[in-house]
């Protein structure tokens, strides 16, 4: 199209798009400078158990304490650096960071398995399965089983074969996977059997109105069904609400994350909400009362 303007339909496009790579790369700049310096922290979020409402584990997600704009999540500043160098060295920070909390909770007496979010970018480095064992090394004290890591479903589904045998990789040194946001990325059953990832992640899409529309229910039921097929376990996102619980406690949902249970936090508040949550005890009490 620009073509078909001749040189000044070229002029003004090069323009525009100059302007918005200059200010990705600022941006840019100004993350790895935040990443130096110290200002982005992991936020945790917890995960239960749905029958017996024990934590189960926590997501670590990424925020930055921005000295001028306050605390920002995710979607303010991580998408210019999909695919960028800084990518890595974030995602690198995550895992590290992530490990190193863990073994400050487990010395305060709280075991706590912790998922961390990886890009489709980040996974697909050649080194990947080495860097991560390098790392999981300095952290001898933490036992197999206790990093877990999410990838969006629809990256997975982007090179199968690769992501497939690097799971298995990674699974042998210990490390779960999940398929974050599940059901947004037209998995079918012949691409599960072919992902050794033990968990899915319901995305919370479907959880938001469930109880009010059937197509998102069946969507849930049939992730569940899946999940018990195939032998995983399934987390279901966004739960906010005694209504969501005590519907997934009645269709066989493993385990529930949302601000019903808890929003994010940061990590020196966990062991205290951990020791004041009060279990399943609202869905289950609301479950009885709906569904028998
Ligand atoms: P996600 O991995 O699917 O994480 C769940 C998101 O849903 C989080 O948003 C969480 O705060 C939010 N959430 C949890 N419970 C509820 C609920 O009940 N209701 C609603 N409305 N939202 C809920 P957050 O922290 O803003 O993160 C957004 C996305 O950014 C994440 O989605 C993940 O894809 C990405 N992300 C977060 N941290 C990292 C990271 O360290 N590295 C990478 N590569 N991506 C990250
Ligand atoms: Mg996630
Ligand atoms: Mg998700
Ligand atoms: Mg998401």
Same mark, same amino acid.
């Given at each position: 199209?620009?073509?078909?303007?001749?040189?000044?339909?070229?002029?003004?496009?090069?323009?525009?798009?100059?302007?918005?790579?200059?200010?990705?790369?600022?941006?840019l700049?100004?993350?790895?400078?935040?990443?130096?310096?110290?200002?982005?922290?992991?936020?945790?979020?917890?995960?239960?158990?749905?029958?017996?409402?024990?934590v189960?584990?926590?997501?670590?997600?990424? @925020?930055?304490? *921005?000295?001028?704009?306050?605390?920002?999540?995710?979607?303010?500043?991580?998408?210019?650096?999909?695919?960028?160098?800084?990518?890595?060295?974030?995602?690198?920070w995550?895992?590290?960071?992530?490990?190193?909390?863990?073994?400050?909770?487990?010395?305060?007496?709280?075991t706590?398995?912790?998922?961390?979010?990886?890009?489709?970018?980040?996974?697909?480095?050649?080194?990947?399965?080495?860097?991560?064992?390098?790392?999981?090394?300095?952290?001898?004290?933490?036992?197999?089983?206790?990093?877990?890591?999410?990838?969006?479903?629809?990256?997975?589904?982007?090179?199968?074969?690769?992501? %497939?045998?690097?799971?298995?990789?990674?699974?042998?040194?210990?490390?779960?996977f999940s398929?974050?946001?599940? %059901?947004?990325?037209?998995?079918?059953?012949?691409?599960?059997? @072919?992902?050794?990832?033990?968990?899915?992640?319901?995305?919370?899409?479907?959880? @938001?109105?469930? *109880?009010?529309?059937?197509?998102?229910?069946?969507?849930?039921?049939?992730?569940?069904?899946?999940?018990?097929?195939?032998?995983?376990?399934?987390?279901?996102?966004?739960?906010?609400?005694?209504?969501? %619980?005590?519907?997934?406690?009645?269709?066989?949902?493993? *385990?529930?994350?949302g601000?019903?249970?808890?929003?994010?936090?940061?990590?020196?508040?966990?062991?205290?909400?951990?020791?004041?949550?009060?279990?399943?005890?609202?869905?289950?009490?609301?479950?009885?009362?709906?569904?028998?």
């Open positions: 199209q620009a073509k078909e303007k001749g040189r000044n339909g070229y002029q003004i496009f090069d323009a525009e798009h100059d302007r918005q790579s200059r200010f990705r790369q600022e941006g700049g100004r993350l790895a400078q935040a990443l130096q310096q110290g200002e982005l922290c992991l936020f945790y979020q917890p995960k239960v158990n749905m029958r017996d409402g024990s189960v584990g926590a997501e670590a997600l990424m @925020r930055w304490q *921005h000295p001028d704009k306050g605390l920002l999540t995710p979607a303010h500043f991580l998408d210019d650096a999909e695919g960028s160098p800084l990518d890595i060295a974030l995602g690198e995550v895992l590290r960071s992530a490990l190193a909390q863990m073994r400050f909770w487990q010395a305060q007496g709280m706590l398995p912790v998922s961390v979010n990886i890009s489709a970018y980040h996974l697909q480095q050649d080194n990947f399965a080495e860097r991560l064992a390098a790392l999981l090394a300095e952290y001898p004290e933490l036992p197999a089983g206790m990093l877990e890591i999410e990838v969006l479903e629809s990256t997975a589904l982007k090179d199968i074969t690769r992501v %497939g045998a690097l799971m298995t990789t990674c699974r042998e040194l210990g490390v779960e398929l974050d946001d599940f %059901g947004t990325g037209y998995s079918s059953l012949l691409y599960l059997k @072919r992902l050794p990832a033990g968990k899915l992640k319901i995305d919370q899409s479907f959880i @938001r109105d469930m *109880h009010e529309d059937g197509d998102d229910l069946a969507i849930v039921q049939g992730i569940i069904g899946l999940s018990e097929a195939f032998s995983r376990s399934v987390v279901a996102e966004g739960v906010e609400s005694i209504e969501h %619980g005590s519907l997934l406690l009645h269709i066989g949902c493993d *385990h529930a994350q601000f019903g249970i808890a929003r994010p936090m940061p990590a020196d508040a966990l062991l205290g909400w951990a020791q004041q949550w009060q279990g399943a005890a609202a869905w289950q009490l609301a479950s009885k009362r709906r569904w028998t």
